[in-house]
């Protein structure tokens, strides 16, 4: 037996297993403790890499896309209430400024989803710091910062004519459509 980033792995003669989880990730874990022979653990290690190696997407670090939109009326926080008595102001909303830098990351994804993938994002934890005016130029910019687990992570930014409107960072994964699709089709009842 072998651990590898914590987890235990049995060599069994012709191969080895391990979880599913651990294939999609890059094979760069370190080991931290063994208990195999030299031959066993190098035999283990060689019948993995083609899993890894085949399985394995990721952008560069650093790798960078953009998204650029010209604020409409349909892109202000005016436009969002869904009651009477539901008031915001007629700048650029935080939810479409969020969804400029989604759209800006998902470009960065883009040529390594397969057939019927698409990525999808998972957490954002971002500030808006200035107002845009309607009739403005919007740039969302995505920087690839590397993975956390099975999630690509992304600093994000926008800006504007006048700078910098909102900084912050998103994760994303990359799913397959049809599976998202059946789960969410699942949620409505």
């Not at 195999?36 to 670090?61: I, N």
Request: with cysteine.
């Amino acid at each position: 037996m072998f651990f590898v980033a914590a987890t235990p792995y049995v060599a069994f003669g012709g191969g080895i297993s391990c979880p599913k989880s651990f294939r999609s990730r890059a094979f760069e874990c370190l080991i931290t403790q063994f208990k195999v022979s030299h031959h066993g653990l190098a035999f283990a290690l060689a019948q993995l890499e083609p899993q890894l190696m085949s399985t394995e997407k990721e952008p560069e670090v650093n790798a960078t896309a953009t998204a650029e939109r010209v604020v409409g009326p349909e892109d202000l926080a005016s436009a969002l209430p869904l009651e009477t008595n539901d008031e915001f102001p007629p700048v650029f909303a935080t939810a479409r400024m969020i969804g400029l830098m989604e759209i800006a990351a998902s470009r960065v994804l883009k040529p390594l989803c397969g057939p019927g993938e698409l990525s999808v994002g998972v957490t954002v934890d971002v500030n808006h710091t200035a107002a845009t005016p309607l009739g403005a130029t919007v740039i969302a910019t995505a920087r690839y910062a590397g993975r956390e687990g099975k999630l690509f992570l992304f600093e994000v930014s926008v800006a504007d004519p006048g700078g910098e409107v909102g900084r912050g960072w998103h994760k994303r994964a990359i799913v397959s459509s049809e599976r998202l699709q059946s789960g969410a089709a699942r949620r409505a009842g």
